[in-house]
């Protein structure tokens, strides 16, 4: 139990001294599919590639780059996550969640996480953004499981309005001023890696979800579980309506993401300034 502690204070060690300072961090961003560009408008930058980080899982998904970005978003110290893990990969939870733990330790209060996910409203086009208000865990597994160490969280975190209903607040906020088309809806988190079949999309429907994706769920998870205030926001990649389902491609996917990044880019790093 305590053997996940110690990993951590290995990695903050590591990070520390390849930074030669204590890094001081406001808030941690994770990038999603397509979406690494926002770390280009990080100011003073530093960059740890993942594979040098003690402890650290190494990303192996396309469109996704390794590294962990130090550096400034108007007066807010932030780090990015430049590439995340994800469970389809084969990488346990606690590996996938990992870096969520380390920015904890480094001090983050805010935790802004990022996705490509198909969308199942039908008012939804491809490009366009969503802010998470809630999701559903559709994954059948849960990064908590097994022995808790209360030092890191409580047994039975709370889940009630998980995705801050202020930092939601602010953004529709910017969306607004900045004229970006932006829905606010539930997403589903799936193990993935396959797309969902026609009656899944009409079951995930039915159920109360807006868009499908194959990561955040876990981040999010531990995030909470580790007191952090949590923004998501997705960005629609592909429609995804049973009735006129078409096949779509993981190029496409990350095709559109790279195409609705500069508006993603514009509103999270408003919202980060503003916070
Ligand atoms: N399912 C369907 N479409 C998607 C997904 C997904 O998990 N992620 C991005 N587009």
């Not at 690494?36 to 990080?42: F, H």
């Not at 590294?67 to 469970?87: C, Q, T």
């Not at 597994?141 to 309005?161: H, M, Q, T, Y």
Request: aromatic share 8%; charged share 25%; with cysteine.
């Amino acid at each position: 139990m305590h053997e996940l502690k110690t990993k951590i204070e290995d990695t903050i060690k590591f990070i520390k001294d390849e930074l030669k300072e204590v890094p001081k961090i406001d808030i941690a961003i994770i990038l999603g599919t397509g979406l690494g560009n926002l770390a280009e408008k990080i100011k003073d930058k530093r960059g740890i590639e993942y594979w040098k980080i003690p402890n650290f899982p190494v990303s192996t998904v396309k469109g996704h780059k390794g590294e962990l970005v130090f550096g400034k978003i108007g007066d807010k110290n932030v780090v990015a996550m430049e590439g995340r893990f994800h469970y389809y990969e084969g990488y346990p939870l606690d590996q996938v969640t990992y870096p969520v733990r380390v920015v904890k330790a480094l001090g983050a209060k805010i935790l802004v996480v990022s996705n490509a996910a198909g969308g199942m409203n039908p008012g939804y086009k491809p490009g366009d953004l969503m802010v998470i208000a809630d999701h559903i865990n559709f994954t059948g597994v849960n990064p908590l499981i097994g022995p808790n160490d209360e030092s890191l969280g409580p047994r039975f975190p709370d889940f009630c309005d998980l995705y801050d209903p202020k930092l939601i607040a602010l953004a529709e906020e910017i969306a607004k001023e900045e004229k970006i088309r932006m829905h606010k809806g539930i997403y589903i988190g799936v193990t993935g890696p396959n797309l969902e079949t026609r009656a899944e999309y009409k079951f995930f429907q039915m159920i109360g979800a807006d868009a499908v994706g194959m990561s955040t769920v876990p981040e999010v998870v531990v995030a909470r579980h580790a007191g952090l205030r949590i923004f998501g926001i997705s960005v629609i990649t592909d429609v995804c309506l049973p009735e006129t389902l078409k096949p779509c491609n993981i190029d496409e996917i990350i095709k559109t993401a790279n195409e609705a990044e500069p508006k993603l880019t514009k509103l999270i790093h408003t919202l980060i300034e503003r916070i």
